[in-house]
C-alpha cells in the first residue's frame, strides 16, 4: 500500500446559504483512486473544488502529505491538476499552441506531443481550437495531464463528451499514472474503469437525499 497522500476529516460544506454536505471523510494513498459518485446536487463538483484549493469548506479539515493545509492550500495546490466541467481552451489558438500555453512547455518541447498522441489528438495538432468537435476539446483539455506531471489529478466528468475507445484512452493514462506513483480523484456518472478504486458516494452526506442528516444553514461555527 502507497504512502497518505491526501485527506479530509469531518468536512462540511454549505453553497448559496445550503448545506451541500456534512461530516464528511476520505482518505487517499500514493498510487490510488478515488471515485466520487452520488446524484445530481449531491456535492461532487463542490468536493472536487474544495480538494483543488478553489472553495473553502465550511468545516472540517484537509491533510496534505501528513501537513495540515486546511487554511493553506498552497500546499498542494502545486501539486495537482484540475480539469473541471469547462475546459479552459484558447479558441483562437491551434492544439498544439493551447497546450503549450496552459503547460508553459515551449511549442518544440516533445513532451507536447506525446501527451498529444496518447490522446489521440496528434493529427490535429494545428488545426485551431475553434473548430474542434466536443469530445476533441475535452481529449486537449486531458492532453495537459500528461504535458506537466503532477501528483493528483482531479476530474470532474472527465469522460462526458468522449467516446468509447477515448474512455479506454482515459483509462489507460490513469493506470500509467498510478503506476509511476500518481493519485487520481474523478467524479462521474458513467463508468471508468480503474483497478481496486475506493468509491465515495456523496449521497451519504447530503442532507437533500438523506434525512438523518441536520441541515447547517445556521450554524455559527465558521472560519472564512
Ligand atoms: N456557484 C454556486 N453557488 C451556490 N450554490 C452552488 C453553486 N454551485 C453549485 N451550487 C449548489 O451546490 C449543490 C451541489 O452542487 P454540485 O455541483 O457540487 O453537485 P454535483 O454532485 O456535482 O451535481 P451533478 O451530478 O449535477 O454535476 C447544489 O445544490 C448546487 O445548487
Redesign the pocket.
Known amino acids: 500500500m502507497g504512502k497518505s497522500l491526501f485527506s479530509g476529516e469531518n468536512l462540511t460544506c454549505i ?2 446559504g ?1 448545506t ?1 454536505f456534512i461530516g464528511l471523510n476520505f482518505h487517499l494513498n500514493e498510487s490510488s483512486a478515488l471515485i466520487l459518485e ?10 472536487i473544488r474544495i480538494l483543488s484549493g478553489l472553495l473553502r469548506p465550511r468545516l472540517g479539515s484537509l491533510t496534505w502529505q501528513e501537513q495540515d493545509a486546511t487554511k493553506e492550500p498552497e500546499i498542494f495546490q502545486d501539486h495537482i491538476h484540475y480539469i473541471g466541467h469547462r475546459n479552459a481552451i484558447k479558441l483562437v489558438l491551434s492544439v498544439q499552441e493551447n497546450l503549450s500555453y496552459w503547460s508553459g512547455l515551449n511549442k518544440d518541447d516533445p513532451q507536447l506531443d506525446k501527451a498529444l498522441d496518447q490522446f489521440n489528438m496528434l493529427p490535429l495538432k494545428n488545426t485551431p481550437a475553434n473548430l474542434l468537435s466536443s469530445g476533441q476539446s475535452r481529449r486537449l483539455a486531458l492532453s495537459r495531464l500528461l504535458a506537466s506531471k503532477r501528483k493528483l489529478w482531479l476530474l470532474d ?1 472527465p469522460s462526458v463528451g468522449l467516446d468509447i475507445a477515448s474512455v479506454q484512452l482515459l483509462e489507460q493514462a490513469i493506470t500509467k499514472h498510478r503506476a509511476s506513483g500518481g493519485s487520481v480523484i474523478f ?1 462521474t ?1 458513467s463508468p471508468i474503469k480503474v483497478t481496486t478504486p475506493t468509491i465515495l458516494n ?1 449521497r451519504d452526506y447530503s442532507p ?1 437525499y438523506n434525512r438523518g442528516l441536520v441541515n447547517l444553514d445556521d450554524e455559527e461555527e465558521c472560519w472564512i
Do not use: D, Q, T, Y
Not at 452520488?38 to 468536493?47: Q, T
Open positions: 453553497r448559496g445550503r451541500v452520488g446524484p445530481n446536487g449531491s456535492g461532487k463538483s463542490s468536493l466528468e467524479a456518472h456523496l437533500l
